[in-house]
Every structure is written in structure tokens, then in C-alpha cells.
């Protein structure tokens, strides 16, 4: 079982920055393909970014590309998103999610899901 922790969400203004975490916790954790997804408000989930497991293949949806960056450090079993130049668009709970392939991760084919972070951005 591998059990994933958010967190870094907050209140921050327009323009501003945030970084989040996810904390993974089995040791096999860094076998895993890991993505960062986003819920607003009366909204679909939405794909942000993922990333394979040794980090060398990356994908972003259009709407962060740019802007976010996903990274990960596998010494820490962490996983992060890097989120520039917010906007109050980017409101949302961000949920951190792990399956085998970055394929995966992208076509919503989930093994584990984070319980989510609140990212709120004030303009």
C-alpha cells in the first residue's frame, strides 16, 4: 500500500508563488510514475503534470505549461509542483496522484491518490 501526502497549499495572491509537496510513503514509492492533478469548484478534474519515475520523461497539460513544474527527489520520496505566476483560475483543491507510467497518469488511470491540498489564490 502506498499512502500520499500533500502538502504547501495556502492563501497567496495573484501573480504570486507556491510550491507543494507529496509525500510518498512506501519504499517502493519511487518505482511509481507520480502526476499532479487539480479540482475547482463546479469543475472536472483536471491533469496538471506528471512525471516517470526516474524523471526523465515529463508532461504537462497546456494550461500550466510554462508556468508549473513538476520535479521529483527520490532520496526524500518527494514530489513536487512548482506553480509560478498564479492566477485566480488556478483555485483549487491539487491532488497528487501515483500509477506505473506517466501514460497512465495522464489518461486518469490512477493506483493512488493524495487526500489534496487547498490552493487559493486572492486577486
Known amino acids: 500500500q502506498v499512502q500520499l501526502v500533500e502538502s504547501g497549499g495556502g492563501l497567496v495572491q495573484a501573480g504570486g508563488s507556491l510550491r507543494l509537496s507529496c509525500a510518498v510513503s512506501?519504499?517502493?514509492?519511487?518505482?511509481?510514475?507520480m502526476g499532479w492533478f487539480r479540482r475547482a469548484p463546479g469543475k472536472e478534474r483536471e491533469f496538471l503534470a506528471a512525471?516517470?519515475?526516474?524523471?526523465?520523461?515529463?508532461r504537462y497539460a497546456d494550461s500550466v505549461k510554462g508556468r508549473f513544474t513538476i520535479s521529483r527527489d527520490n532520496a526524500k520520496n518527494t514530489v513536487y509542483l512548482q506553480m509560478n505566476s498564479l492566477d485566480p483560475e488556478d483555485t483549487a483543491t491539487y491532488y497528487c496522484?501515483?500509477?506505473?507510467?506517466?501514460?497512465?497518469?495522464?489518461?486518469?488511470?490512477?493506483?493512488?491518490w493524495g487526500q489534496g491540498t487547498q490552493v487559493t489564490v486572492s486577486s
Open positions: 496522484a501515483a500509477s506505473d507510467t506517466t501514460a497512465q497518469i495522464m489518461a486518469v488511470m490512477i493506483s493512488y
Open positions: 512506501a519504499r517502493t514509492g519511487t518505482n511509481y510514475a
Open positions: 512525471t516517470s519515475w526516474n524523471s526523465r520523461t515529463t
